[in-house]
């Protein structure tokens, strides 16, 4: 198994920063991707961006690209999303997964490929 604690949400104006951090333990030497997914009150769950553990390779959702920027450092065993010009419907639980087995590119985005997950932290932008 592999534990998952985020950190860093809060509440942020329209088009300000913030940055997610999620430190894993546990059997770390078993992560194969790590990904950020999102989930506003009402929705269902969302991928948010994805980052091959080994690589580096990376995946965003259409909705990140150009504003958001997933990486990680092994060192630490830990994966950020940081996050710029942050709008209201970025308004979300933020929960960060780890898959522990080789995903293809095209299920990348699918939660169910995602075998650990974190508690959520709250992220709320203001307009």
């Known amino acids: 198994q592999v534990q998952l604690v985020e950190s860093g949400g809060g509440l942020v104006q329209a088009g300000g920063s913030l940055r997610l951090s999620c430190a894993a333990s546990?059997?770390?030497?078993?992560?194969?991707?790590m990904g950020w997914f999102r989930q506003a009150p009402g929705k269902e769950r969302e991928f948010v961006a994805a980052?091959?553990?080994?690589?580096?390779?990376?995946y965003y959702a259409d909705s990140a690209k150009g504003r958001f920027t997933i990486s990680r450092d092994n060192a630490k065993n830990t994966v950020y999303l940081q996050m710029n010009s942050l709008k209201p419907d970025d308004t979300a639980v933020y929960y960060c997964?780890?898959?522990?087995?080789?995903?293809?590119?095209?299920?990348?985005?699918?939660?169910?490929?995602?075998?650990?997950w974190g508690q959520g932290t709250q992220v709320t932008v203001s307009s």
């Open positions: 997964a780890a898959a522990t087995a080789p995903l293809p590119t095209s299920l990348i985005f699918k939660s169910y490929q995602y075998d650990n």
């Open positions: 546990g059997r770390t030497f078993s992560i194969t991707t």
């Open positions: 980052v091959g553990w080994s690589v580096g390779n990376t």
